[in-house]
């Protein structure tokens, strides 16, 4: 009976210490984190909004459209005519000059091991799609001589946009957004903003006839860009951008040297003001050659030439502040409907990739 009435005996060590610990998990002020143990790795969620995104495909090849092939684009026509204007230099001779600058790409494919011409199964597609570029830079030589540099580069913008939208949608069945194809519309009324009163007062005689002469040969050298495009996108090869390269300026010189002693007089630049503009030309045309090569690889090709159209632009400027060419209210408004189809057809193109999606 007394045994029955006993109290509980005293608790062993153990049993006191999960006694304080079942209190401890109940009392608010003991439920903090504790800080002494390692944190657990970041999720992507938690992750900066820099180091969870990073730009698609289509958002580097426009990018790179722009600020490599555009900007230095918009140089070449203004200074291409500096050259013509200070020592008559031919347009088949500043092509040459401007090959020379490709030549030594070859040092790089040795160092490679590639060969120079490109695997023979897609040498013949590759010289295709120089002979396009090649073609494309000659028309656009020629017509900045006889037509102001801002409405040639226009032309030929405008032109090569709207052909490569049509080649891609017949060829390749690529189909384009209602917004791509506003911003195509938007160009195209641009493109006939900018030329359209030029067309309208042409002059009668020998001045009107090159002078329209020009923009069809700036025409033909937008369709043939979009065709080099559509060709370029077919190769798929191990240094595909330097073979190519390195064969505009070998398939450029070995058509443009016999070319000048039969159509054009070869003439030696005087001044350096000729030199310079040769030498920027040469360089200014590699690197937008370069960059629009590796640009309609990620997107498509009319989204690429509608981004190209920042050539007109600049090349507006350097008319007006260089040149000291005239710049009419139909130039400056038909750049602002060029702009705003630009920015209509990359806005929604203009994205990022989840690391975690990719991982």
């Known amino acids: 009976m007394a045994g029955a009435l006993k109290g509980p005996g005293p608790l062993s060590q153990e049993e006191r210490r999960k006694s304080k610990g079942r209190m401890a998990s ?7 984190p504790d800080f002494t143990q390692p944190s657990p790795p970041s999720t992507p969620s938690s992750l900066p909004l820099h180091q969870r995104c990073r730009p698609s495909d289509v958002t580097k090849g426009l990018l790179v459209a722009l600020l490599g ?11 291409s005519r500096m050259a013509y204007q200070a020592s008559h230099l031919p347009s088949l ?12 790409i070859a040092l790089l494919l040795k160092l490679r091991g590639d060969p120079l011409l490109g695997p023979p199964d897609v040498r013949g597609r590759a010289c295709l799609h120089v002979l396009f570029n090649v073609l494309s830079i000659g028309c656009a ?8 540099a801002g409405n ?18 017949c060829l390749e069945s690529q189909c384009l957004s209602g917004y791509d194809w506003c911003g195509l519309l938007g160009s195209t009324l641009g493109l006939i903003i900018i030329v359209g009163p030029g067309l309208g007062t ?27 495009l559509l060709v370029y996108r077919s190769l798929d090869f191990p240094s595909c951008l330097l073979t190519v390269a390195f064969l505009f300026g070998l398939v450029g010189l070995v058509g443009s040297v016999p070319g000048l ?30 960059c629009v090569s590796y640009a309609v690889t990620k997107a498509h090709p009319a989204l690429v030439c509608a981004i190209l159209h920042s050539e007109v632009v600049v090349a507006l400027m350097l008319q007006y502040y260089v040149l000291y060419e005239t710049v009419t209210p139909s130039d400056i408004m038909g750049a602002g409907v060029v702009l705003g189809s630009i920015a209509i057809i990359t806005t929604q193109n203009l994205s990022c990739e989840r690391e975690g999606q990719v991982e």
């Open 152 to 169: 040639a580069a226009t032309v030929r913008k405008g032109s090569s946009t709207v052909c490569s939208a049509l080649l891609a949608l």
């Open 69 to 79: 092939g555009g900007l230095p684009a918009g140089f070449v026509g203004p200074f």
């Open 26 to 32: 109940c009392h608010p002020y003991f439920n903090l």
């Open 141 to 148: 030589y020629s017509a900045v001589q006889v037509v102001p």
């Open 261 to 290: 002693f039969l159509l054009q007089t070869p003439v030696l630049p005087h001044d350096p003001l000729s030199w310079s503009c040769v030498g920027a030309v040469g360089i200014l045309a590699l690197v937008s050659f370069v």
């Open 93 to 104: 001779e500043l092509l040459i000059c401007r090959c020379l600058f490709h030549l030594p």
């Open 202 to 228: 042409l002059q009668e005689g020998p001045t009107g006839l090159y002078t329209a002469l020009g923009y069809v040969l700036a025409f033909l050298g937008g369709l043939a860009l979009s065709l080099g």
